[in-house]
């Protein structure tokens, strides 16, 4: 059961989080991966490298700058420098949403421990 349960809760997670993210031009999303899954753990990365966002809204092309890690950014203060409240801690709240998703089919409580904005 344990096994079925991480199996279940890891690919959940890694949904939930591609249809939660935040999306402009696609980067971050496509910067969602696996990066190591084993029997008794698994790390799924986010870390979208910044990019003009002025020269993708004119060519829709993006071009890296590299200055900071967008993907932190938009989950610490939210979209747009912190002007969307919806985005702030969208990975904390996605990893909630999935783990109370699965737990009722388990048995299991969700005890939540991160912050969360839900405004």
């Known amino acids: 059961m344990k096994d079925t349960l991480y199996q279940e809760l890891t690919m959940l997670i890694y949904t939930v989080l ?8 696609g980067n971050m999303q496509e910067h969602i991966n696996y990066e190591q899954v084993e029997n008794d753990f ?3 990365s986010i870390s ?8 993708w809204k004119r060519t829709k092309q993006i071009e890296y700058t590299g200055e ?3 993907a932190v950014s938009v989950n610490n203060v939210g979209a747009f420098m912190g002007k969307s409240t919806k985005s702030k801690h969208w990975v904390n709240k996605s990893i909630v949403k999935a783990c109370e998703a699965i737990a009722p089919s388990y048995n299991a409580e969700v005890i939540v421990d991160v912050e969360l904005w839900w405004i």
């Not at 979208?48 to 020269?55: F, K, M």
């Open 48 to 55: 979208a490298p910044s990019y003009d966002v002025e020269w």
């Open 42 to 44: 698994s790390r799924i």
């Open 18 to 25: 591609q249809l939660d993210c935040p999306v402009m031009s």
């Open 68 to 70: 900071y890690d967008y």
